[in-house]
């Protein structure tokens, strides 16, 4: 499914049946899955590692790379899906909520092509 064909209401839906069905709820305390974050992140960042800023560019032309980068970055939303469910949080919420701040600390005509003043 697609993302422009795909509710994040049918992924926490997804991420929520698939760890219902193992009864993984017991060993997935906040803690827990905030560590599986940092530690899928660190996967992620592995593929990466020792590039330069032009060839981390040029990934997106391998295919076998792009898919073992795909699979970490899905591990890194399940993992985040999941401590959303645990904490209760809207992600959707939680993140046009963190956007209008964003917008207010790096107003776009200071901030336009440079990341600090």
Not at 15 to 23: G, H, L, N, S, T
Not at 37 to 46: D, K, N, R
Not at 66 to 76: G, K
């Amino acid at each position: 499914m697609a993302d422009d064909q795909t509710t994040f209401q049918q992924v926490k839906d997804c991420v929520a049946e698939f760890e219902a069905a193992r009864r993984w709820r017991p060993f997935h305390s906040p803690k827990n899955l905030a560590m599986g974050i940092a530690i899928e992140t660190g996967e992620l960042l592995e593929h990466f590692q020792w590039l330069t800023t032009d060839e981390s560019n040029q990934v997106r032309h391998d295919p076998e790379q792009m898919a073992r980068i795909r699979h970490e970055m899905a591990d890194v939303l399940c993992y985040l899906v999941n401590l959303a469910l645990v904490l209760e949080v809207d992600l959707s919420e939680a993140f046009f909520q963190k956007m209008r701040l964003n917008d207010q600390k790096y107003p776009a005509d200071q901030y336009r092509g440079r990341y600090k003043l």
